[in-house]
T-cell receptor
Framework: GNSVTQMEGPVTLSEEAFLTINCTYT??????LFWYVQYPGEGLQLLLK?????DKGSNKGFEATYRKETTSFHLEKGSVQVSDSAVYFC???????????FGKGTRLHILP | NAGVTQTPKFQVLKTGQSMTLQCAQD?????MSWYRQDPGMGLRLIHY???????DQGEVPNGYNVSRSTTEDFPLRLLSAAPSQTSVYFC?????????????FGPGTRLTVT
């Protein structure tokens, strides 16, 4: 079946460190891929997306590249800030499917 | 443009009580869904709707009912609350599904069943 696997958290980093959160997927067909972010006490909001192989999504200094050969969509940021502390969800949708499939989320703590 | 709104923000119920969680969106989205979020479990889909008058079950539908009489509203009913339904509930909407459209989430309802 279709699924998303992301690295277990929590991930704790110091401010200005480099961030990678791994995400791999299994899908029949050609999915669109997403990263959502959930700040404390809030709902999820879209961080970035990519709709086809080799596309790079970017927003707020975060980037992720759709790698079909490794079925991955890893989230990266060069220099994290305390305000990036949140839970990050990788997700996919498939054409003509009614559902979005989420990973279990990765909690990120950034220390000042 | 309010986006997706949910009421109430917090609710405490006793076992066996019923209640309705409200969800509304003002973006004319066809697709709406309900999720529950539990620690370590991520988001689990309860029910969803691809348009007014059409609903379907998700991953964890037992104990919940939905209806979609208008495009804007998608209430979630708990028929007889149980402690296992203690969770944070999120409503979401999207212009379409099975495409690259993003989902818009409400702020959530934190429900405790004692």
């Amino acid at each position: 079946g279709n699924s998303v696997t992301q690295m277990e958290g929590p991930v704790t980093l110091s401010e200005e460190a480099f961030l990678t959160i791994n995400c791999t997927y299994t899908a029949t067909g050609y999915p669109s891929l997403f990263w959502y972010v959930q700040y404390p006490g809030e709902g999820l909001q879209l961080l970035l997306k990519a709709t086809k192989a080799d596309d790079k999504g970017s927003n707020k200094g975060f980037e992720a590249t759709y790698r079909k050969e490794t079925t991955s969509f890893h989230l990266e940021k060069g220099s994290v800030q305390v305000s990036d502390s949140a839970v990050y969800f990788c997700a996919l949708t498939l054409y003509r499917d009614d559902k979005i499939i989420f990973g279990k989320g990765t909690r990120l703590h950034i220390l000042p | 443009n309010a986006g997706v709104t949910q009421t109430p923000k917090f609710q405490v119920l006793k076992t066996g009580q019923s209640m309705t969680l409200q969800c509304a969106q003002d973006m004319n989205h066809e697709y709406m869904s309900w999720y529950r979020q539990d620690p370590g479990m991520g988001l689990r889909l309860i029910h969803y709707s691809v348009g007014a008058g059409i609903t379907d079950q998700g991953e964890v539908p037992n104990g919940y009912n939905v209806s979609r009489s208008t495009t804007e509203d998608f209430p979630l009913r708990l028929l007889s609350a149980a402690p296992s339904q203690t969770s944070v509930y999120f409503c979401a909407s999207s212009g379409a599904q099975g495409t690259s459209y993003e989902q818009y989430f409400g702020p959530g309802t934190r429900l405790t069943v004692t």
